[in-house]
């Protein structure tokens, strides 16, 4: 483990007697008490991640807009200052090398892409080779930020009474404002990446420490990975590595409305557009066991004794307590209704084709 990075809270994480474990090429916390507790927490209460280890790449310069725009999937021409998009930057063939996050910032022409932990090396790269010709400066300063994720129904009450940030009050879900904690800068989000309302606190590695003690001296109760990952699917969130991928485009994803195909050019327009139109092999879609079983990542999906696909994502949901799953299976048995099976080692558990959201999220709008 020597080789693996570590956050900016790494020592509170230890002194917290977090379970450990390598992800996107960091040490991060996979629990501090339990998976049930902490997911738990976040649905119910208010829970807060160390999500330090996400990559902050900003992008500025005369040509900043017309160049994200060339690399991303949405349309940022129509974006305030202090708005947030979700969207991706593709390879031509439309595959996916990363979803992300843009952030507009209020200085013209300057934006803020928050990119997924594994692919920082890889995202800046393939940005910097998208770059000739565009007159940008890219400055990779994930190494400089630190990030805590505020999540739950009392994730505003909790920010504006212990954090004193009363301009949590006024920001809308994917809207943003620059401002300061305790004298220091930090940039305050609202979006989430677990199906209730929530906030993101960007700032240096030292402030980030300060507000993650305020914060567990107050009573907030800190949530590893292993609870991130259990609320992101049940509301249908996708996981890089999992739901997108360079082999899963973001409309056999289910995304397409996050890819503006009325932009005039972007990388992978032209297949994705082939692929609104022609359709794709594969789809992404729910399925609900009938039967006790966990059906995990990789796991084939059988329809009349043919594999049909494989599981991207599956648990027991905590909130329902249906075992439940997202897959990647062929079009044509892609039917909300359809009865499948999912192959558990060497039994098969019967199940229905459902929606992908199998939890309705929180939001507030």
């Known amino acids: 483990m020597e080789d693996l990075l570590k956050t900016c809270l790494y020592d509170r994480h230890e002194a917290l007697k ?28 208010v829970g807060m991640f160390d999500v330090s280890h ?6 500025s310069g005369p040509d900043a807009e017309a160049f994200i725009n060339h690399i991303f999937t949405n349309d940022i021409r129509i974006m305030p200052a202090g708005k947030i998009q979700y969207g991706m930057m593709l390879y031509p063939g439309g595959g996916v090398v990363d979803d992300l996050l843009v952030y507009k910032l209020t200085a013209p022409n300057h934006y803020l892409l928050v990119v997924n932990a594994a692919n920082i090396a890889k995202d800046e790269e393939w940005i910097r080779n998208q770059s000739n010709g565009y007159e940008v400066c890219i400055d990779n300063q994930s190494d400089r930020w630190g990030e805590i994720a505020l999540q739950g129904p009392e994730a505003e009450r909790i920010a504006i009474e212990v ?19 305790n004298g220091s800068p930090i940039l305050l989000s609202r979006t989430g990446y677990t199906g209730e309302d929530g906030f993101e606190f960007y700032a240096a590695p030292e402030i980030i420490v300060a507000l ?22 049940e509301v249908g969130l996708p996981l890089y590595g999992h739901e997108l991928s360079a082999e899963i ?12 195909t009325d932009k005039e050019e972007f990388i992978g327009r032209d297949s994705i557009l082939r692929q609104k139109e022609e359709g794709t092999p594969r789809k992404l879609v729910g399925i609900e066991l009938t039967e006790k079983a966990i059906p995990r ?69």
């Not at 916390?29 to 339990?34: D, E, G, H, L, W």
């Not at 920001?171 to 404002?177: R, S, V």
Request: net charge positive; with cysteine.
């Open 297 to 365: 990542a990789g796991y084939p999906v059988e329809c009349d004794g043919e594999v049909i696909g494989e599981v991207t994502t599956g648990y027991q949901s905590i909130s329902t307590g249906k075992y439940v799953c997202m897959a990647l299976v062929k079009r044509a048995y892609a039917e909300i209704g359809r009865s499948v099976s999912v192959r558990v080692r060497k039994k098969t558990f019967a199940g229905v084709i459902c929606k992908k959201r199998f939890y309705d999220k929180n939001y507030k709008k």
């Open 212 to 233: 993650w003690d305020k914060l567990i001296e107050n009573g907030v109760t800190p949530c590893g990975l292993g609870c991130r990952d259990t609320l992101r699917f």
């Open 163 to 181: 954090l004193g940030l009363e301009n949590a009050r006024d920001l809308a879900f994917y809207t943003f404002t620059e401002t300061t904690w």
């Open 54 to 59: 996400m990559g902050e790449i900003f992008v």
């Open 18 to 45: 977090a379970q450990m474990s390598p992800f996107g090429g960091f040490i991060m916390p996979i629990q501090y008490s339990n998976i049930l507790e902490e997911h738990q927490a976040v649905r119910q209460k």
């Open 249 to 260: 485009s973001p409309i056999e994803a289910g995304l397409g409305i996050f890819v503006k």
